[in-house]
């Protein structure tokens, strides 16, 4: 049972307060290097400097980090439970790897006991690695949905998911059908979206493996359920576009598949986007959707390198969080991920700094699943999930990193340099602890 108490955490603070790519850095984040976190009822009460705020608060219990600097939590934008055994599967490239790897995996997942296993691993292994959200592919099998529910409800997570809709192009023992899909869709919403954090996301793999109605149902159901997410894949590999564009021929391209039957919206997330056109970048902006860029994966699996300076231009805006895309992609880990999305960057001729990242795993996440009113930094009344970050984690990093010290605190432009150190060699051995609703739900 979680307790409320009101209580306070002492360390650096770091957060986002607005976008990294539109205005300038030092206008986006605030450094607290001695600062003091009040929680109370699970929620951030006060955040603030130490010194300001220690005399107003000296009978909450404090505790005490601090040679370590505390971040909002990491929201994964796009990562699939199901695929969390078959993570580094050699070999393929998407579609070749669904067929080889994915399906006979996700085959065991209609199987309720084995789904709640995986489902505790992979929350457990979330929580290792500071990642307090995440939107979440099931497999088609509701009892998957289940079981990822209540162990996420047990840990009192905020998590997204949803069942896979597959009516078409996968093997006999993964499909639904397009009424079977709406009908165990809309049950699953009613048990739990909004049930404690839990929210639901309507979930078609991608259009290849949905015909046109199951894709109009998926539609439907958005209508008749307006809060919930719609999660799916776009644009990730050139043969599954031509494919997509072989299967639906009167559509104007991958993007138009899903805008035709209502799917392309504020609350749809669209996984990967490595190949989207100038006029999907432009639709996508319009319609307020969001991406979720994947930078592991799309290198493991060969798909590309995404166009984060089209997505953050100022033409045409799309909102953007990271995805680590487990099991495609090679690890749970954010910052790994982040390290990842800088190499992407600088292999497209761009720049992505360490404040840009933090921004993307954070807030620029909370703003794609429409959740920066609950998440993404801790100003007050959001939500108090947290990471407690290790810059010195390791003995390299030690040696990179400067300590903490009291009398000579770090600079702002000090702790982006240690922070982007941290992003490029730091793994879940960097999480200190991660707290949900401020209570501790990992710790080394």
């Not at 290097?33 to 951030?44: F, M, R, S, T, Y």
């Not at 919403?189 to 998926?218: G, V």
């Not at 564009?245 to 209502?262: H, N």
């Not at 880990?333 to 001729?349: D, F, G, H, K, P």
Request: glycine share 6%.
């Amino acid at each position: 049972m979680q307790t409320f108490d009101i209580k306070g955490f002492r360390a650096s603070f770091l957060d986002a307060i607005a976008d990294p790519f539109y205005a300038p850095e030092r206008d986006c984040f605030r450094y607290f290097p001695d600062g003091l976190l009040i929680v109370e009822h699970g929620k951030v009460k006060e955040l603030g400097n130490y010194a300001d705020l220690s005399a107003k608060y000296v009978e909450v219990p404090i505790t005490n980090y601090s040679d370590r600097l505390i971040v909002s939590g990491f929201i994964d934008t796009h990562i699939h439970f199901p695929q969390t055994e078959m993570i580094a599967a050699y070999g393929e490239q998407l579609l070749e790897w669904l067929s080889t790897y994915t399906f006979p995996t996700e085959r065991k997942f209609s199987d309720r006991n084995y789904a709640q296993k995986i489902s505790s691993i992979f929350l457990d292994e979330l929580l290792q690695n500071g990642t307090t959200t995440a939107l979440v592919f099931a497999a088609v099998f509701p009892q998957s949905v289940d079981a990822f529910f209540e162990e996420a409800q047990r840990r009192n997570l905020r998590m997204i998911a949803g069942k896979v809709l597959m009516d078409r192009n996968a093997p006999d023992f993964l499909t639904d059908t397009a009424e079977s899909s709406y009908v165990e869709t809309k049950q699953l919403i009613e048990k739990w979206h909004k049930c404690d954090r839990l929210l639901y996301a309507i979930t078609p793999r991608f259009a290849i493996t949905s015909t046109s109605e199951q894709l109009s149902n998926a539609g439907k159901l958005l209508a008749e359920f307006p809060d919930v997410y719609l999660h799916t894949h776009l644009s990730e590999n050139i043969k599954e576009v031509e494919t997509v564009a072989e299967l639906f021929p009167d559509s104007k391209g991958y993007l138009d598949v899903y805008d035709r039957a209502g799917l392309v919206g504020e609350r749809s997330v669209f996984a990967h986007g490595v190949q989207l056109t100038d006029a999907e970048f432009a639709r996508l902006s319009e319609t307020k959707a969001a991406i979720a860029f994947c930078p592991t994966s799309n290198m493991f699996l060969g798909s590309g390198l995404f166009k984060l300076e089209k997505a953050k231009s100022t033409e045409t805006p799309v909102k953007v969080g990271l995805g680590t895309d487990v099991g495609a992609g090679t690890s749970f880990s954010m910052l790994r991920t982040a390290s990842a999305a800088y190499q992407v960057a600088q292999l497209r001729s761009q720049k992505l700094s360490a404040f840009q990242a933090l921004f993307l795993a954070t807030l620029g996440g909370a703003r794609a699943l429409c959740l920066e009113d609950k998440l993404g930094n801790l100003e007050v009344g959001k939500e108090a999930d947290f990471v407690v970050l290790n810059l010195r984690s390791t003995s390299i990093m030690a040696l990179r990193n400067k300590p903490f010290d009291e009398s000579n605190p770090l600079t702002l432009a000090e702790v982006s340099d240690q922070l982007f150190a941290t992003l490029i060699m730091g793994d879940d051995r960097a999480i200190t602890a991660t707290y949900i609703m401020g209570e501790v739900a990992y710790s080394q």
